[in-house]
Structure formats: C-alpha cells, structure tokens
C-alpha cells in the first residue's frame, strides 16, 4: 500500500522548511547561535518584520526554533534552534554543498562570485 503525500514524513519535512526565507533563518541561527528580533533580521537582509515574524512563528510551532521571553522593560525576545532544529544542519549543509557543485558558483556576502568550497554557507 503506497501512503498519500499527507503521511509521509519526507514531504511534510520538505513543506515545513522549504518555504519563502525558512531555511535562510535556520542557517543564520545555526551560525550565529541564539538571536534577538532585531539581530536576526539584520542577518536575513531584505526580510519584512512580518514575514520574519510568521517563519519564526511557524518553526516554533514545529519545534524547530525556541523562542526565548524575558519580561523586562523593554521585553527581550531571542530565537535559538532547538535540538531538533540542530539536527537540521548538517543535512541543510549538505544540500548547500550539492548546490554549489550542480550551480558552480557560490555568492559570497559581498556579492562576489567564487568558485566552489565545500560548507561554505
């Protein structure tokens, strides 16, 4: 019996990470470890607030991102990967490593070109 798309755990994987910014945030959280709102969206450049908002919303949901509040005045809201969202990186990488050497080329913050490396995200 072949299960339908809804039951299997590939595609629902696939759907939840694969959307508009999703894997960009998770790659910066797993370089830069825990962030604030405003930190975080300095990283993801070009990303709205309510976008960010609605990623961050949705891999907390999942489990993939912790959301930190601290009730001071101003309130302190920092986002971490969670263990589970850790176990996202070294597949995340690898399918970065198989881009670069189907695609050739890797676009490096400054807009430069430069020929492949390996985990170089």
């Known amino acids: 019996m072949v299960k339908s798309k809804s039951q299997n755990p590939l595609e629902k994987l696939l759907n939840q990470i694969s959307g508009p910014w999703t894997m960009?945030?998770?790659c910066v959280l797993d370089k830069n470890g825990s962030l604030r709102f405003g930190?975080?969206?300095r990283q993801v450049e070009g990303i709205s607030?309510?976008?960010l908002t609605d990623r961050l919303r949705m891999l907390e949901a999942i489990g993939i991102v912790h959301r930190?509040?601290?009730p001071t005045i101003?309130?302190?809201v920092s986002y971490a990967l969670?263990?589970?969202g850790k176990e996202l990186s070294q597949p995340l990488y690898q399918l970065y490593d198989l881009a670069t050497q189907w695609y050739g080329e890797v676009i490096e913050e400054d807009g430069v070109q430069t020929p492949h490396t390996p985990s170089a995200f």
């Open 24 to 26: 960009y945030i998770l």
């Open 39 to 41: 930190d975080l969206r």
């Open 49 to 51: 607030p309510k976008v």
């Open 68 to 70: 930190d509040y601290n």
């Open 74 to 76: 101003p309130p302190q």
């Open 82 to 84: 969670t263990d589970r």
